[in-house]
């Protein structure tokens, strides 16, 4: 593989402070220090449900070694609210918050609603504001009106990248190449956010990645149910590596 950006979609998880993965008694304000020391990114979903201030990004960048990445995903607010319809001003606040993170920041990742049909025009329109920044695109779908070869070519043509969701028959799951790094999201095979991922089926996700090892990967576990999501992603990360 080229460079393999593995982690978890979050790590604020109170549940996750019982031994579960942090160490009984670790403080609240310990546990991004901790979850560096074991993963090389993350992706932050609290970006998705409110604009954090500038400070926070600081913060987080002054805390994380230096080869370490965040994914932000982008606010629902110009997504699921304003469904990418002039938003000019929401998409340029955002993302001059994020880049707070600097070169930490990997990949933005917009998720679009399952009731959020195929609008091309829209989606161009609004890739149009995102062409100047130098930060990865991440797309995804949850209506399957999108999965179509002329959604793939936009997206080609901004190097935009197609999110490779899975969580089993929930959403639909497109194995497209649209850009030059391939971005995996793991939601659960039976009950969203709560299911366990066997090693069969982590070695055939990993068989998927390998089709395409020229590519880097960003590949985050969002089962965080009995942290599932932390075993999965480094039991992903071992296949890998081998």
């Not at 197609?162 to 969580?167: D, E, F, K, V």
Request: aromatic share 16%; with cysteine; proline share 3%.
């Amino acid at each position: 593989m080229s460079r393999l950006f593995i982690g978890t979609s979050g790590w604020n998880y109170p549940h996750w402070s019982k031994g579960v993965f942090y160490p009984k008694g670790l403080a609240r304000d310990q546990w991004l220090k901790y979850y560096v020391n074991i993963f090389n990114s993350v992706e932050l979903n609290v970006t998705f449900y409110r604009l954090l201030p500038e400070k926070i990004f600081e913060e987080w960048h002054r805390r994380t070694p230096a080869d370490f990445h965040f994914v932000a995903k982008g606010s629902r607010f110009i997504t699921h609210i304003k469904r990418l319809k002039e938003v000019r001003s929401e998409v340029k606040l955002f993302v001059k918050r994020v880049l707070k993170l600097k070169k930490k920041l990997g990949c933005l990742l917009w998720q679009l609603p399952p009731s959020f049909q195929k609008d091309l025009k829209r989606l161009e329109s609004f890739m149009g504001l995102l062409q100047n920044s130098s930060i990865r695109q991440v797309f995804e779908f949850r209506n399957i009106s999108w999965f179509d070869e002329e959604v793939f070519a936009l997206l080609r043509r901004y190097n935009a990248c197609l999110c490779i969701a899975h969580s089993g028959s929930r959403f639909p799951c497109e194995k497209e190449m649209t850009a030059d790094f391939m971005y995996l999201r793991f939601h659960g095979e039976g009950a969203l956010y709560s299911s366990f991922y066997s090693d069969k089926e982590l070695r055939e996700w990993a068989a998927v990645a390998r089709k395409h090892k020229q590519k880097d990967l960003f590949a985050f576990f969002n089962n965080d149910a009995y942290g599932y999501a932390v075993k999965n992603a480094l039991k992903f990360r071992e296949l890998l590596e081998k």
